[in-house]
């Protein structure tokens, strides 16, 4: 595989992620609109993204846990936190929003994900600014558009592209008005729920840093956000007519939320492979260097036996 396909990698995998974003985002507005609860939606998806992580975090366990020190109590309290607040939360608000606004916002709205994560990482001095460098004007450049684009998308509606009537002055001034408010309120509630999301997101690097087992790590975390998802949804809606699922549009939806976690194990896959062949060029180099010092040493020692042999082969011949 040539070396222009291998720094490719990536970016296709980002774009896959995105991909079945929109795919997810698309059919959770379905379900919501069929009429099923955000609450609901948030504890099934994040307990059928367990399900789906576990057999990988215990499978390929001994490649991401080698040097990982035991979790304690307060690293667990630490993973329970980031992962209710992180993730629970942000979906939970992100679902909420997503009933006013459409499905389109919602998915135009991630783009100012990573900015805010840039932003949140020059704070914490995670990463550098470098505004002196082309690279980091880029990302300045980039930052002030994406929120731009937001800002927009939040305070202009726009007219819809097919209506259902003919005229759209059928519509009364307080369908319009609620609409509205329902517009920037769903718009708001998107936008705290990405906020939210960039900082878990930039919570990473130091939880990463104490326990680097990844998989496991997101594992944990999936697990910990479906229980207070559960906690916080069995608080709110008591209804049990509404926690069953049926062979309809609410099922597919959840089980095609779990795509972004593929997604996510489709980066670690090629971050895994790429350390690997990281690795392996590693260890090549280091027998090739091995190599020409183990021929140096047999030549130092070769000279020496002919020697030897002369030396004594004259004092042989001295009488």
């Not at 390929?60 to 629970?88: E, N, Q, Y």
Request: charged share 15%; proline share 5%; net charge positive.
């Amino acid at each position: 595989m040539s070396v222009s396909m291998e720094k490719q990698k990536p970016y296709i995998a980002v774009v896959l992620m995105q991909c079945s974003y929109a795919g997810m985002l698309l059919l959770s507005k379905a379900a919501l609109s069929s009429g099923m609860k955000p609450c609901v939606f948030v504890v099934y998806r994040q307990a059928l993204a367990t399900l789906a992580l576990l057999p990988f975090a215990f499978f390929f366990r001994r490649l991401h846990t080698k040097g990982v020190p035991p979790l304690t109590w307060i690293g667990l309290c630490k993973i329970f936190f980031v992962s209710s607040f992180g993730l629970a939360l942000a979906f939970n608000l992100n679902l909420v929003g997503l009933s006013y606004i459409s499905a389109t916002f919602g998915t135009a709205i991630m783009s100012i994900i990573p900015p805010l994560v840039f932003i949140m990482a020059v704070c914490s001095r995670i990463e550098s600014l470098a505004i002196n460098q082309w690279h980091g004007m880029a990302k300045v450049l980039g930052t002030i558009l994406c929120f731009s684009g937001a800002m927009a998308y939040t305070f202009y509606e726009g007219p819809p592209l097919f209506s259902a009537s003919k005229n759209g002055a059928h519509r009364s001034f307080d369908e319009k008005t609620r609409s509205k408010h329902d517009w920037i309120k769903g718009s708001f509630l998107s936008i705290a729920a990405q906020v939210i999301y960039s900082m878990w997101l930039t919570m990473q690097a130091p939880l990463l840093k104490e326990y680097p087992g990844k998989l496991r790590l997101m594992s944990l975390q999936c697990g910990f956000s479906c229980l207070a998802a559960a906690i916080y949804g069995a608080a709110v809606e008591r209804n049990i007519s509404s926690w069953k699922l049926a062979w309809n549009i609410n099922l597919l939806s959840v089980a095609y939320s779990v795509c972004s976690v593929y997604s996510g194990l489709l980066i670690a896959g090629l971050y895994s492979f790429l350390w690997g062949k990281n690795r392996e060029a590693q260890d090549g180099a280091r027998q090739q260097l091995d190599h020409p010092m183990e021929k140096a040493h047999l030549e130092t020692k070769s000279p020496s036996i002919p020697l030897d042999e002369e030396q004594g082969k004259e004092i042989q011949k001295v009488p």
